[in-house]
């Protein structure tokens, strides 16, 4: 199972908050049961890309409904102009670039609620993550 989010930080007051619990879900999600992969991106325009995987949805499901990670989802709404989650079975060995990401994402995904939307977020335009070599 592979789950991809990508958020933006509406607000450069949010971006320390923002990143203090993204390192903790980051570091609750290594260590969770049912964990195979984690990794983060930090993109153009203060917005942040999470790709996981996991051996089963219910281990992911655990992991989304607990510790650090639950804490921070009510913020989001407020912290965020732009949210949108995808998830896809997949052999846990591979894990997808994050072209495929952004691709499954904008083919595939969903839009979080978020008080303050933009405009890309309201027309679910997500551009391609911007990879720095």
């Known amino acids: 199972m592979v789950s991809i989010t990508r958020l ?14 993204a390192l903790r879900s980051s570091r609750q999600a290594k260590v969770a049961k049912g964990n ?23 281990a992911m499901k655990s992991f989304m409904l607990s510790g650090p990670h639950r804490q921070v989802m009510p913020r989001l709404l407020e912290w965020c102009d732009e949210a949108a989650v995808v998830h896809w079975v997949q ?3 591979q894990q997808p670039d994050w ?9 595939e995904g969903r839009r979080s ?3 303050y939307p ?9 551009p391609r993550p911007q990879l720095r070599g």
């Open 8 to 21: 933006r930080v509406r607000s450069w007051r949010y971006i320390l908050p923002f990143i203090f619990f």
């Open 36 to 58: 195979v992969h984690v990794a983060l991106l930090r993109d153009a325009k203060s917005t942040f890309w999470t790709r996981t995987v996991w051996t089963t949805e219910a």
């Open 91 to 93: 052999d846990t060995d």
């Open 99 to 107: 072209y495929e990401a952004h691709d499954r994402l904008q083919q």
């Open 113 to 115: 609620k978020v008080r």
């Open 118 to 126: 933009s405009l890309a977020h309201e027309k679910f335009d997500i």
